[in-house]
């Protein structure tokens, strides 16, 4: 267990809509990632926050959004589906701090199964 | 653009031989390396890491090897064992900024 926990784990949704999906980052890591798992293409970087604030963006759509809340959670919103969003969504997150002077890895969730009909 | 690269979509080793696993990058801020593993239906798992004032980082059955100037890095892992058998993810970062991912490498360990 990575101590990252991500809801929902599978969702199953139509054309057009729009999802919410959530992740609460381990005890006192700060910063949050999001990523795209789609078949044969790897884990494409959407977006990272800090702290509350977003820190680097990556291929995120602009039909996609994200936010990280006061208590840290993040949210990653998608909007007007298409089929081709059907992917896994992770979320990591990592100790990282502006002060921090080591490196350190990202702990991953299970990751939400997003299916799009 | 692909900024890091695996181009083994797959491997397959003999149980109890040596597995090695290739990666290049292309950007030259990258300053961390990341090695991942993969199950089905799991998130992914940290490995190993080397930061890129070294050039080896060794941890049990684990060694990563860095080297700059061919912007190259390899996971060598001995001897290869049947829960070896995943996909395995090599990742980069730039002054603690996003980790990017390689599309992986799907190790089969034969018995």
């Known amino acids: 267990d990575s101590g990252v926990t991500q809801t929902p784990k599978h969702l199953i949704t139509a054309t057009g809509q729009r999802v919410t999906l959530r992740c609460s980052p381990r005890s006192g890591d700060l910063s949050v990632y999001w990523y795209q798992q789609s078949l044969d293409q790897g884990l494409q970087f959407l977006i990272q926050y800090y702290n509350g604030e977003e820190r680097a963006k990556g291929n995120i759509l602009e039909r996609f959004s994200a936010q990280q809340f006061p208590d840290l959670h993040s949210e990653l919103n998608l909007s007007s589906l298409e089929l081709g969003d059907s992917a896994l969504y992770f979320c990591a997150s990592s100790p990282l701090t502006r002060d921090s002077l080591g490196y350190t890895e990202a702990f991953f969730g299970q990751g939400t199964r997003l299916t799009v009909v | 653009d692909q900024q890091v690269k695996q181009n083994s979509p797959s491997l397959s080793v003999q149980e109890g031989r040596i597995s090695i696993l290739n990666c290049d990058y292309t950007n030259s801020m990258f300053d961390y390396f990341l090695w991942y593993k993969k199950y089905p239906a799991e998130g992914p798992t940290f490995l190993i890491s080397i930061s890129s004032i070294k050039d080896k980082n060794e941890d049990g059955r684990f060694t990563v090897f860095l080297n700059k100037s061919a912007k190259h890095l390899s996971l060598h892992i001995v001897p290869s064992q049947p829960g070896d058998s995943a996909v395995y993810f090599c990742?980069?970062?730039?002054?603690?900024?996003?980790?990017?991912f390689g599309k992986g490498t799907r190790l089969h360990i034969l018995p």
């Open positions: 990742a980069a970062s730039a002054e603690r900024d996003k980790i990017i």
